[in-house]
């Protein structure tokens, strides 16, 4: 069964400052990851999707990379602002079982202080 | 225009009664979901509907029935509830395939008395 791990739980940081968030997945056969947004009181928001095939996705100030091997992915995000405060998920795919079984993380809460 | 609508935003009600949220999507998606995020913020899949066809039915009591009508809706209908229900339920939706984004609706925050 895939468990999903994403550490810390929380984490403040001052504007400006280059973070990153961490992800940890039990079973390797994964199809794809995903990072998602979480506001309070709001839907999630898919920010990045890398396929297994794939080792990173890049979208702005965001770049997420996957290690299957290792069974990681990290969300970089560059100059943080107040506005990326939010709580952040990672999601896995399986390979196999169905795909759409997405395995979500327990999510970091970030704040990011002007 | 939102992708992914579900109503109500928040459903407040006594032990024991029935309830419904529904769920519309404009994506022109083939697959639809529900979600149920717990007091800690744990997200777990309840259901999955592939073009109206069940495909995915986690571990839930059978007084939780989902619905769809077409593959633009998904409903939740929950029969006699108890306070262990009390939740943020989230509907989402994917195109078919692996390779694509789940899309989700702003959520409607359950709370049995």
């Known amino acids: 069964k895939q468990e999903v791990t994403q550490i810390p739980a929380a984490l403040s940081v001052p504007e400006g400052e280059n973070l990153v968030l961490n992800c940890s997945f039990t079973?390797?056969?994964?199809?794809?990851l995903q990072w998602f947004r979480q506001d309070p009181g709001k839907g999630l928001t898919s920010l990045l999707l890398i396929q297994s095939s794939q080792r990173e996705q890049t979208s702005g100030r965001l770049n997420a990379s996957l290690d299957k091997s290792s069974g990681r992915s990290t969300l970089y995000i560059a100059a943080s602002q107040p506005g990326d405060s939010a709580t952040y998920l990672c999601?896995?795919?399986?390979?196999?079982?169905?795909?759409?079984?997405?395995?979500f993380g327990t999510g970091t809460k970030l704040q990011v202080i002007p | 225009d939102t992708a992914v609508s579900q109503t109500p935003k928040y459903l407040v009600t006594q032990m024991g009664n029935d309830k419904s949220i529904k769920c519309e999507q404009n994506l022109g998606h083939d697959t639809m979901y529900w979600y149920k995020q717990d007091s800690k913020k744990f997200l777990k899949i309840m259901f999955s509907?592939?073009?109206?066809?069940?495909?995915i039915n986690e571990t839930v009591p059978n007084r939780f029935s989902p619905k769809s009508p077409d593959k633009a809706h998904l409903n939740l209908h929950i029969n006699s509830l108890e306070l262990g229900d009390s939740a943020v339920y989230f509907c989402a939706s994917s195109p078919r395939g692996r390779s694509e984004k789940l899309f989700f609706g702003s959520g409607t925050q359950l709370s049995v008395l």
């Open positions: 079973d390797s056969a994964i199809y794809n």
């Open positions: 509907y592939n073009n109206k066809e069940l495909i």
């Open positions: 999601a896995g795919a399986p390979l196999s079982g169905g795909y759409q079984k997405v395995t």
